[in-house]
């Protein structure tokens, strides 16, 4: 083997700020200084220090300088899963947030799995974030992997799901309010008995929904009925269609469906247009998200819009808020708005 190729083979060592002061026959600390252009290091000494290392192909370490301040330039993201429109759109507004303030983040997904999640906080804990962004899985309902950010004073933000048991900011939708509004508008489309398919009855998101659904049968006089209403742990398509053909095996059929996210209202469809049913004359659909499947469907799927990106971006300035002035004490609740979209999947009174 010639010597070109075994110097193919050798590593280049990486050039620390000791290797530049040897070379310089200056101290480490003179390095360090002149790198950072303190006042205390004179003009030639830091053109010098800066060429070598430019010549030398120097690169702070900064995750060594992070570890010994004990922060870093980093939020910690954890989501449920990342292959959801409304999650992408959660982390799209975070990073956004974060980058305004000249932050990274790292993100993570739980798969809606508690141990997932413990994993990952822990694992976020220890690579010293300087705030963690959080919406928790299905499964979660106790929080130890997460009290341990607030104990040592790094900020914890929730965002859409969520839970009051802690000390921390929350970023929410008025989830009742969307509920209720979404099932009123069935009312008005003339459907009496309004089917319900919602998530973990102990996830916050899910609960507002289903008491919007509720309120809404009451105040119109409808009547609740226990078997109109399904809860689904994963909120799947595959699950969509098992809740789906569960409500049409009933001897009294829905003829109105709300649904708690997108994915289950176009598996309803696709499972009621199976069955010979006609969406809407013969049952009328509205989903939750405004997912861009939403548009897809035939018919187009009304939903509420939940705003991802809104939300994200809150939930990262609120991290960098607490960051910046840890004597904030009062945690916060930030609300938004949603909206129905009303497509052709729930309009009967145009068609019939």
Known sequence: MNDKKINSL??????????????????????SR?????????????????????????????????????????????????????????????????????????????????????????ALYASRVSGLVVSLGMETQNYDHISQFIKHHIPVVFVDRVTKELN?????????????????????????RIAHIGGARHRNIYKGRLDGYVEALKKHGLPVEEDLIIYNENLSSEEGIKCAERLFELTNKPDGVFCSND????????????NGMKVPQDLAVVGFNNDPASLIIDPPLSTIMHPGIDMGR???????????HNDIERSETIE???????????????IN
């Open 10 to 31: 050798i590593v280049k060592k990486e050039i620390t700020i000791y290797d530049i002061a040897k070379e310089l026959n200056i101290s480490p600390s003179t390095v």
């Open 34 to 122: 002149a790198l950072k252009d303190h006042s205390s290091i004179g003009t030639e000494t830091k053109r010098a220090v800066k060429k070598l290392a430019k010549k030398r192909g120097y690169q702070p370490n900064v995750l060594a300088a992070s570890l010994r301040k004990n922060k870093t330039n980093t939020i910690g993201v954890i989501m449920p899963l990342i292959n959801r429109p409304f999650i992408s759109s959660l982390i799209s507004g975070i990073e956004i947030g974060a980058k305004e303030a000249g932050y990274n983040v790292i993100i993570s997904q739980s798969h809606d799995n508690y141990e997932n999640e413990v994993a990952i906080a822990n």
């Open 168 to 192: 921390s900011d929350l970023v929410i939708i008025d989830n009742f309010s969307a509920g209720f509004e979404a099932t009123q508008h069935l009312i008005e489309q003339g459907c009496k």
């Open 263 to 274: 994915t289950t209202a176009i598996s309803v469809i696709l499972c009621a247009k199976k």
């Open 314 to 324: 809150l939930a990262a300035q609120q991290v960098l808020k607490h960051k910046e």
């Open 336 to 350: 938004l708005k949603t909206q129905l979209i009303v497509r052709a999947s729930s309009l009967r009174k145009e």
